[in-house]
C-alpha cells in the first residue's frame, strides 16, 4: 500500500470516529488563509504548484497557485482539510501548523 492510500486511509478513520464532530468548531479556531509555500522543493512541487494563495469564508477555502491553477478546499476540522480538484488531496495540520497532503508535499505559511 503507497504512502498516499495509507494517509488517505487513515484520514478517512479519523474523522469517521470523532473528528468530524470538531467541524463547528473550525469556523473560530482554524485560519488558513494567507500565502502558503510547497516544500520539499522541487520535484514534489512541480505539479501542484509551488506557492498558494488561500482565502477563507468560514469552512471554505479559495486556493489559487503560482500557476494560475483556483480550486476550492473545506476545513473539516481544526486539523483537517479536504482540497477538490485540480489537486484533490488530504491535508492534516501538523503540530508545527504545517499542513502534510496526502500527495506527500507539506504547506509552511509565509
Known amino acids: 500500500m503507497?504512502?498516499?492510500?495509507?494517509?488517505?486511509?487513515s484520514l478517512s478513520?479519523?474523522?469517521?470516529?470523532?473528528?468530524?464532530?470538531?467541524?463547528l468548531g473550525a469556523q473560530s479556531g482554524a485560519?488558513?488563509?494567507g500565502n502558503w509555500r510547497c516544500q520539499p522543493e522541487?520535484?514534489?512541487?512541480?505539479?501542484?504548484g509551488t506557492t498558494f494563495t488561500?482565502?477563507?469564508?468560514?469552512?471554505?477555502?479559495?486556493?489559487?497557485n503560482d500557476k494560475g491553477a483556483v480550486?476550492?478546499?473545506?476545513?473539516?476540522?481544526?486539523?483537517?482539510i479536504s482540497m477538490g480538484p485540480p489537486w484533490n488531496m488530504l491535508g492534516v495540520v501538523a503540530p508545527?501548523?504545517?499542513?502534510?497532503w496526502s500527495n506527500g508535499t507539506t504547506w509552511r505559511k509565509q
Open 31 to 33: 485560519n488558513f488563509a
Open 42 to 48: 522541487p520535484d514534489s512541487c512541480n505539479n501542484s
Open 54 to 64: 488561500v482565502t477563507q469564508m468560514g469552512n471554505n477555502l479559495d486556493v489559487k
Open 2 to 9: 503507497s504512502k498516499s492510500s495509507v494517509l488517505i486511509a
Open 13 to 23: 478513520i479519523l474523522a469517521a470516529t470523532g473528528l468530524a464532530g470538531q467541524a
Open 96 to 100: 508545527d501548523n504545517s499542513i502534510q
Open 71 to 80: 480550486g476550492q478546499g473545506t476545513v473539516t476540522s481544526n486539523i483537517t
